[in-house]
């Protein structure tokens, strides 16, 4: 596949991209992001390429919303060593490593550093003693969010509730109108606001469970800054749920 190297210059500077020309693709602008997080553009076999971009100049704001989530996505693992910056709660804190002669794996959050101790250090067992830390810190922490979040509510205020953690990677939170209401383990490494937007938007599904024009009204009254926190998510998600 041939693929030629262009720039549009923009208000924000240049926009680098390559187009490649597919015989199969929907008559609009259709992008992608290369392995090395480079733009994309798919174009049809008979687009000229100043067509393509007329269509980029005129779409700017999607394509820099497009490149800002699929990169986003693009998070490398983490490897757990010394010095590796960790987050909590939307601030970073570097990691250190200490090996001894101990059972199990202890965990110390203090003096803006994340300490783990442990007999064998190796990738998976510092992972695995910083997921059980970060678990119980999530559980201690929505657990209180929500009880704050819903005395505030009449809706939710005498409902049995029953909080669930689990690691995802797409998804933040859900609500059942049983009642259940799972949330992300990994929120608990992005700044509570987040956290506390999404508790308020499954509270919300707890008295309307389809995201129409009620569940927005709701959403509102409940947590009225909520956009720029699922802005937040949806541009930053990735730092939180990466491994
Ligand atoms: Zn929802």
Redesign the pocket.
Known sequence: MKRRAQTLSTPEGGLDFTIVHRSRVKRRLHLELDDAGALVVVAPRDWPDFYTRRLLRRNLAHVHRFLRRARNRQWPALDYVSGELHLVEGREFPLRVIEEQRRGARVRFADEELVVRLAQASPERVRAALRRWYRERAARLFRQRLDTMRAGVDWARDRDLDLQLRRMTRTW???RSNGVIRLNTHLVKAPVDCIDYVIS??L??LEEMN?GPR?YELQERLWPQWRSYRRHLRDHGGRYTRE
Do not use: V
């Open positions: 939170g859900t609500c938007h499954e919300c599904h995201h569940f």
